[in-house]
């Protein structure tokens, strides 16, 4: 939960008090951030599809389970860029380079074949191995992406 920094624009402090309360507060909510966060619930998906903002973005989205049946693979198509864009900026309008949120996929399936591919989209630059292998020994079953923005409506999505 950060905190209103609104009494620092209108406080009559000295310009150092302003900056060290500043960097204070910003550690505060690192802090408080990588204690804790609230997560929506898991979004279930099966074969082929593209995801929607509302299934990536935390805090309601950002975490799927993958199960794509079939003895076939599937593959996860992102948002456009724009989507992703006009979704952020709805809750923060402030938007700059360099923000940037995770989501991720779990591979529930125990099907070798059922590999799960997350594939790019406009405005979108994917790095890293896209792959997300089924649930079988041996194999990582889930995946954690990076979406940061590189410019408007312009991503760069980085597998961890």
Do not use: C, H
Not at 49 to 61: D, H, K, N, S, Y
Not at 133 to 141: T, V
């Amino acid at each position: 939960m950060a905190i209103d920094r609104q009494f620092l624009r209108n406080a009559n402090l000295f310009p150092s008090v302003k900056i060290a309360l500043e960097k204070f507060l910003n550690k505060y909510d690192v802090i408080q951030e990588s204690a804790q966060y609230r997560q929506g619930a898991a979004v279930a998906k099966t074969v082929t599809t593209t995801l929607t903002v509302a299934e990536i973005i935390p805090p309601t989205g950002g975490l799927l389970t993958a199960n794509p049946g079939g003895a076939a693979a599937a593959s996860y198509t992102l948002p456009l860029g724009s989507a992703i864009e006009t979704a952020l900026v709805a809750v923060n309008p402030d938007l700059a380079v360099g923000d940037t949120f995770d989501f991720a996929i779990v591979n529930i399936s125990t099907n070798a074949a059922e590999i799960v591919t997350v594939v790019t989209n406009t405005g979108l630059t994917l790095v890293g191995d896209l792959t997300v292998a089924p649930l079988i020994a041996g194999d990582q079953s889930s995946g954690t992406f990076a979406v940061r923005r590189t410019a408007a409506g312009t991503y760069s999505v980085y597998r961890k």
